[in-house]
């Protein structure tokens, strides 16, 4: 069957602008995960869906970092006003409710 | 913030010999959980233990959890090639949420 999957696998844009990263989850998983990270370190906790609704956000670095999944499958990372710092790759992971995650290919975001 | 913290963070060896990997931890945990990430991307569950179990085996893999030194090991034995990657490990806290906190992860090459 399908696994994770993540839109655009490279994003490249300028400091400032708005972004938006996609994650498809596998069919039937209710909870949905995303992770950052950077270089040459493990990944960090952003923030948890469980449904449609974000049940831990506490990951989030700051009001920058906001992500919907409005009908509780494909789940949306959406940051604004973009800076050099916020340049990683983005992971999402999903899971059936276990304590298995299947990632993604993830998301390398640069910001120039 | 990152809990876990791996040991070594680079490891290089010969095929055919064994890797050993460890991983320290900080707080209390439910489980603890390897992972396999080839070329900085997605990442692959390899196995998990939970904090009442001190050592479990899948394949070629062996790892061991010591909660009084909240340490864990990861085995690979009779090492290939193909697994040449990083490894990281994950806790959960329990408490429902199932966020991973991850190490920074170990550099393990296989040498032919």
């Known amino acids: 069957g399908a696994g994770v999957s993540q839109t655009p696998s490279n994003k490249v844009t300028e400091k400032g602008k708005y972004v938006e990263l996609r994650c498809d989850p596998i069919?039937?998983?209710?909870?949905l995960y995303w992770y950052r990270q950077s270089l040459g370190q493990g990944p960090e906790f952003l923030i948890y869906?469980?449904?449609?609704?974000?049940?831990?956000d506490s990951g989030l670095p700051n009001d920058r970092f906001f992500a919907v999944r409005p009908e509780g499958s494909v789940s949306t990372l959406k940051i604004q006003r973009t800076e050099r710092g916020d340049s990683a790759v983005y992971l999402c992971?999903?899971?059936?409710?276990?304590?298995?995650?299947?990632f993604g290919p993830g998301t390398r975001l640069t910001v120039l | 913030s990152q809990q876990g913290e791996e040991d070594p963070q680079a490891l290089s060896i010969q095929e055919g010999e064994n890797a050993t990997m460890n991983c320290s931890y900080k707080?209390?945990?439910?489980?603890l959980q390897w992972y396999r990430q080839n070329s900085g991307r997605g990442l692959v569950h390899l196995i998990l233990?939970?904090?009442?179990?001190r050592e479990k085996h899948s394949g070629r893999l062996r790892v061991t959890l010591d909660t009084s030194k909240k340490s864990s090991s990861l085995l690979i034995t009779a090492s290939r090639a193909a697994d040449t990657a990083s490894y990281f490990c994950?806790?959960?806290?329990?408490?429902?949420?199932?966020?991973?906190?991850f190490g920074q992860g170990t550099r393990l090459t296989i040498n032919p």
């Open positions: 707080t209390s945990i439910n489980n």
């Open positions: 994950a806790t959960d806290r329990g408490g429902g949420a199932q966020k991973l906190v």
């Open positions: 069919s039937g998983h209710t909870a």
């Open positions: 992971a999903s899971s059936p409710g276990g304590n298995e995650q299947f």
């Open positions: 869906f469980q449904g449609t609704g974000a049940a831990d």
């Open positions: 233990i939970r904090s009442n179990e």
